[in-house]
């Protein structure tokens, strides 16, 4: 969603870069491109006018002329800002001290209230809570029979007395539904309310008596992220008939431009909570001012992709990994376990766009096809569990039944069988005591066994005793003769790669990767 402003700012800051010192027309150009960016991603003009006002202020300061690197500086005073506008500190649920705590939501149909609700229980449900959703939509055709749909699907208990589809009292639905969760000792209650296409009198005063009847611990605007401009307006009208605690933003992952996310926290002076970004009921998550700032910027998102991480691979099946890959045993069934935790985690499209720098592989993402991944978990699941184990036993005919088996070309078994061996053996070579194998003219890796923590930290150069080298003649021209019949000395990795390695120097991670590893 944030492409665009993402290039926009990346596009702006290069002309920052290399210079020792920035003069106020330096600064002026680029707050200049900065609010061209922001105003064609549809951020709302009181928005930007505020967001430049600040950062030109500061970087007219000195924490910028007196800056080692004037262009970083400024780049992280625009993260500052753009941490600031989306809210600062990433905002909790409020629970109540009794319960069942209360979640109404809010908003115009279409802005995904009803998925929301299921992906709202199942995450509460995975954090030990006891949600129920209820079903207080009662205008909208087949709104109950949707969210009873979503609420199996997540594993959810919901509250559904009347048919709706026009029958039945949303507010004496609410109301019930409260008196059913503590009879049912069910500690969240989620109230899926009416939206409308468009702001009236008979939606918020709906909204507002449904407030008024149960009491709600949190009220959360749902807001669809792609309208643009119109959520400004969409948001006060909210603010003003249900006076909102909270906003949630669906459909981060549409092709707009995104400036909703940028509005509607300053506008309404309410913390976006939490961020929907796919239909599935996985892609959910609380919305993190900070991450969100560092995405737009091209910094990544390495905390949310670690804590996904952790949540799709279990600790001890990922030691027993380690073991078998540092004993040579790791085999292609293993390889497929791994393979089925990383797709819990999301598309690879989204993990590598979660990676800091991966802004300028835009074009390689949008045409990473993830059917490939789905192709090589066909070609193992065709092998037989002796193959999978031993996968040195699969010759021609098994290649080919294999490739039959799983709707694909030899080839295509020949390279995964060539590229899991590869593999396998650079992984032994890690997980042993050398480290990972040398790079042409880069040194060890940082912070693997074996290896010193500074990356290609100068070794102490050998002795030379006792290596005394062939004797070259003075004469020019037998020295000739010499060099010509000397067999050819073969290339090493550097000459392969076309580096030289004398001239390469040392080399060392950044501090970011070097603390990951």
């Known amino acids: 969603m944030f492409d665009s402003l993402q290039d926009r700012l990346q596009s702006a800051f290069k002309t920052l870069r290399g210079k020792g010192k920035l003069s106020d027309a330096d600064i002026d150009q680029v707050a200049r491109e900065i609010r061209v960016a922001l105003l064609d991603a549809d951020v709302a003009v009181p928005v930007v006018r505020e967001f430049i006002a600040n950062v030109k202020e500061r970087a007219r300061g000195t924490e910028v ?29 409020r629970f109540a001290k009794n319960p069942p705590t209360v979640i109404m939501l809010a908003g115009l149909q279409g802005a995904g209230k009803t998925t929301l609700a299921g992906k709202l229980g199942k995450w509460l449900k995975e954090q030990g809570n ?20 979503v609420g199996e699907q997540a594993g959810v208990t919901v509250y559904a007395p009347q048919p709706g589809n026009g029958v039945g009292d949303p507010v004496q639905v609410a109301r019930d539904a409260v008196a059913e969760a503590k009879r049912t000792l069910h500690d969240v209650v989620i109230v899926d309310t009416a939206g409308r296409l468009g702001i009236d009198a008979e939606l918020m005063q709906q909204a507002a008596d449904i407030r008024a009847a149960v009491d709600p611990d949190e009220v959360l605007f749902v807001i669809d992220a792609m309208i643009g401009q119109d959520a400004v307006g969409t948001a006060q009208a909210f603010l003003e008939g249900v006076d909102f605690t909270g906003v949630v933003l669906s459909k981060l992952d549409g092709d707009a431009r995104g400036g909703a996310a940028l509005s509607v926290r300053s506008v309404t002076g309410r913390p976006i909570m939490f961020a929907s970004t796919g239909e599935k009921l996985d892609d959910f998550d609380v919305f993190h001012p900070d991450r969100m700032a560092s995405r737009i910027l091209d910094m990544g998102d390495v905390l949310t992709l670690i804590e996904q991480a952790e949540k799709a691979f279990d600790a001890e099946e990922a030691a027993k990994a380690a073991q078998k890959v540092a004993g040579g045993t790791f085999t292609l069934s293993d390889f497929l376990q791994q393979m089925e935790a990383l797709a819990k985690m999301g598309s690879m499209t989204k ?15 949008a045409n990473f096809d993830e059917r490939e991944v789905d192709k090589i978990k066909a070609i193992i699941r065709s092998m037989t569990p002796a193959e999978r184990e031993n996968p040195k036993i699969i010759d021609g005919s098994r290649r080919a039944r294999i490739a039959r088996g799983s709707g694909t070309q030899v080839s295509d078994v020949n390279q995964l069988v060539t590229r899991f061996f590869e593999a396998s053996k650079m992984m032994q070579k890690m997980a042993k005591g050398g480290g990972m194998p040398q790079m042409p003219g880069v040194g ?16 102490k150069p050998q002795s030379k005793k006792g290596k005394k080298g062939k004797k070259v003649s003075g004469n020019p021209a037998k020295r000739a003769a010499q060099a010509q019949q000397a067999p050819a000395k073969k290339p090493d990795g550097a000459a392969a790669f076309g580096y030289d390695q004398a001239a390469g120097g040392d080399f060392e991670l950044p501090k970011e990767l070097r603390d990951l590893l």
């Open 351 to 365: 993990l590598l766009s979660m990676m800091p720098g991966m802004g300028q592989f835009k074009d390689q993402l």
């Open 65 to 93: 002329s007196q800056a080692l690197n004037p262009a970083q500086q400024v780049i992280k005073i625009v993260n500052d800002e753009l941490i600031a506008i989306l809210g600062g500190e990433t905002r909790r649920i």
């Open 130 to 149: 006891a949600p129920m959703l209820v079903a207080a939509d009662l205008q909208r055709p087949n709104a109950v029979n949707q969210l009873q749909v």
């Open 444 to 459: 060890p890796m940082p912070g693997l066994p074996g290896v010193s923590k500074r990356a290609g930290a100068r070794q």
